[in-house]
């Protein structure tokens, strides 16, 4: 299988030793993909660590002077209008990449639907996790990381870039997924090998970063609507046409930002684990039931999540579903109807 050509941007203000160890790494690791690095001033120690690395790379890079330290979002805006390659990654200058990171990014952007390419990321100075070193097929999640994220080209005609009034971090990153969603693709979290992070120094006072966070999350409610919480308590053994039927919807409402809990007997679990139905994405997460007393251990369950989740709605009324405790929630033919909707 061909693999597809890679642009990488990097906005870069300051911080010479991590951008030189940085770019270093990206010339052994990455080695036939295409440097877009974005300038924004600083110390003239960073610059000439820049056109060392420009002079060096010749074609294979773009270097240029955005004219001042701008939002993180804005500039890695101006590096995506400049990428022309099929899969685009944006990366910090405080990541550095491994061995093999590239080319399971590069194997998933090839999926039809394919959007927004989450690698896996790990803290610098981690041990090695040798069970991540494998692509198997990526599960889904709800957003990615300005620590590295890639961006496939039919996404970017399709969408263009992020949205530069939200923050830039969590609720950007969100409401980019919802919008590549929207438009028919994916955000996939691609295993492989680590790209590795540093902490970045955070700046601006508490308050200001308290009321931009408070903003960006009202900005996004106001455009996709409040998130919910649903339960699925799973019967023993039901059948599998059932369990097919209920995690198909979990997965859209999933997609659309909703969050499920899935209570499984130990046997039920066996067979959604086999089926790999418990890491169709990240927002599904399923609980393996206790097989002692299963009735106790599934009431216990949905109590928990309770506590930590007030507004969780238990979902009955469907094959395979069973309510805990003799509790009624919404139903599941509603659920389903939204969803298909798209109402939710």
């Not at 830039?168 to 590549?180: K, V």
């Amino acid at each position: 299988m061909s693999l597809v050509a890679t642009d990488i941007v990097i906005p870069v203000w300051n911080g010479p030793v991590e951008t030189r160890e940085c770019l270093a790494a990206l010339v052994e690791h990455a080695p036939d993909a295409r440097l877009i690095l974005l300038d924004a001033g600083g110390d003239p120690e960073t610059g000439r660590v820049l056109h060392e690395f420009a002079e060096y790379l010749d074609d294979r890079v773009i270097l240029l002077r955005t004219g001042g330290p701008a939002c993180l979002v804005d500039t890695l805006n101006r590096g995506l209008a400049l990428a022309s390659a099929p899969l685009v990654i944006a990366l910090r200058t405080s990541s550095f990449v491994t061995s093999g990171w590239l080319e399971p990014l590069q194997a998933a952007a090839l999926g039809p639907d394919a959007g927004v390419l989450v690698p896996c990321l790990a803290p610098a100075g981690s041990l090695p996790r040798p069970e991540i070193n494998r692509c198997d097929i990526p599960a889904e999640a709800c957003r990615g990381s300005f620590t590295a994220i890639g961006i496939t080209s039919r996404l970017y005609r399709e969408i263009g870039g992020f949205d530069g009034g939200l923050d830039g971090a969590y609720w950007c990153l969100r409401d980019y997924s919802r919008r590549a969603w929207q438009a028919g693709f994916r955000t996939l979290a691609v295993e492989g090998p680590p790209v590795l992070y540093r902490d970045r120094a955070v700046y601006g006072s508490p308050e200001r970063r308290e009321r931009i966070l408070w903003e960006s999350m009202k900005s996004y409610r106001d455009r996709w609507g409040e998130e919910h919480g649903y339960c699925f308590c799973l019967a023993q053994d039901p059948a599998g046409e059932a369990i097919d039927r209920i995690f198909a919807v979990a997965l859209e409402g999933a997609r659309r930002g909703e969050r499920f809990f899935v209570l499984a007997p130990s046997r039920t679990y066996r067979t959604i684990a086999a089926a790999g139905l418990h890491r169709l994405h990240e927002h599904i997460v399923v609980e393996r039931l206790s097989h002692w007393f299963p009735a106790r251990a599934l009431r216990s369950a949905f109590s928990a999540q309770l506590e930590k989740y007030p507004d969780l709605q238990p979902v009955t009324g469907a094959e395979g579903l069973c309510a805990p405790g003799g509790v009624t929630g919404i139903p599941f033919a509603e659920l389903e109807r939204n969803f298909t909707r798209g109402e939710v």
